[in-house]
């Protein structure tokens, strides 16, 4: 199992802007796949970005064109740029890494979007 810790979360207005961390503790990081999921209070846990081994990308339909997922392997970190924020984007958004039967999960940070 990978150790998964996130950063970046935080209150901010509609509009505004917020960029999430999530540093991996493994030395292979470059063969995960890596994933960002939110939860809304009383909603399913929902994928919201994934970037591939090789860098390919895909945004649910909500977040395209203002979330912007991307990984430093350098760094062990993958990162979600959120612009354009709206109250909807409000949950705890999960960091996942995913190598075959390998299935990490982070704590979670709180992102709250409010006037």
């Known amino acids: 199992q990978v150790q998964l810790v996130e950063s970046g979360g935080g209150l901010v207005q509609p509009g505004g802007s917020l960029r999430l961390s999530c540093t991996a503790s493994?030395?292979?990081?470059?063969?995960?796949?890596m994933r960002w999921y939110r939860q809304a209070p009383g909603k399913q846990r929902e994928l919201v970005a994934h970037?591939?081994?090789?860098?390919?990308?895909n945004y649910a339909d909500s977040v395209k064109g203002r979330f912007t997922i991307s990984r430093d392997n350098a760094k062990n970190t993958v990162y979600l740029q959120m612009n354009s924020l709206k109250p909807e984007d409000t949950a705890v958004y999960y960091c996942?890494?995913?190598?075959?039967?390998?299935?990490?999960w982070g704590q979670g940070t709180q992102v709250t979007v409010s006037s």
């Open positions: 996942n890494a995913r190598y075959y039967v390998d299935d990490s």
């Open positions: 493994t030395t292979i990081f470059s063969v995960y796949a």
């Open positions: 970037i591939s081994s090789g860098g390919s990308v």
